[in-house]
């Protein structure tokens, strides 16, 4: 059991390892990017910063199913732990959030060709912004469908931390009741033990009695002979 516990720990501490050097990567990151002046060049940025987020969400669900399943005294300890990653987190989320606002005030490449009139005729130009439109609009459908099944994944773990969770509990009422029962059994057995030491002094005795009522018959009837046959 103790070896078991230990192989966890050690795994909450490989996820926390790789949660740390991820931490420190996207602070580096969220502070040159603030300083990067192209557009797409912030944009890609951004858009491997936020790959890194996710990333960083899964490791923290990890150490949290790990910490849940481990024994009270440990739990506490890396449940601690793990609520300093989630604030720190949630900071490194609101930075790249901030790095996306500021991105979106800036003018694309796009905006600067409709409006540097290199882009042709004037209809030319409104097909332009209206493909250009209908590419954002299904870029943002895409960036909503990936955001809920994110969502209902994040969901479906921390359901089945709550489900581990109770599994835990019933695993330990069951050797708790599977202990009292061996102990009960091990009181039935000194019991059976006693009681058949009573049943074999109590049969001795019975033999004893009856050997010495017997030996008073005998020399009861051999003193009536005596005085009889005188």
């Known amino acids: 059991s103790s070896r078991r516990r230990g192989r966890m720990s050690e795994v909450f ?3 926390e390892r790789q949660y740390c050097e991820l931490s420190a990567n996207l602070s580096r990151r969220c502070n040159s990017a603030a300083s990067i002046s192209d557009g797409e060049k912030k944009k890609q940025e951004i858009s491997e910063m936020q790959a890194s987020l996710d990333e960083a969400d899964i490791l923290i669900r990890k150490m949290d199913l790990e910490a849940r399943s481990l024994q009270p005294t440990l739990k506490a300890t890396f449940l601690a732990k793990l609520r300093e990653y989630k604030s720190d987190l949630n900071k490194l989320k609101k930075e ?51 955001r809920d099944t994110r969502r209902a994944a994040l969901e479906t773990e921390e359901l089945g931390v709550s489900i581990l969770e109770d599994l835990q509990q019933q695993r330990e009422t069951l050797l708790h009741s599977h202990k009292k029962l061996y102990d009960v059994d091990s009181a039935i057995d000194k ?27 005998i020399a009861i009837l051999l003193v009536l002979y005596y005085k009889l046959s005188r």
Not at 105 to 132: C, F, I, T, V
Not at 210 to 217: E, H, K, M, P, R
């Open 191 to 217: 019991s059976k033990k006693v009681l058949a030491s009573m049943t074999r002094r109590l049969s001795r005795n019975k033999w004893i009695v009856g050997s010495i009522i017997t030996a008073l018959v």
């Open 96 to 146: 790249v959030k901030k790095l996306t606002i500021s991105k979106s005030n800036l003018s694309s490449p796009h905006d600067d060709l409709l409006e540097s009139g290199m882009a042709g005729p004037h209809e030319a130009s409104a097909n332009q912004r209206e493909r250009l439109a209908m590419s954002t609009e299904r870029l943002n459908q895409s960036t909503d469908r990936l």
């Open 13 to 15: 501490e490989g996820y």
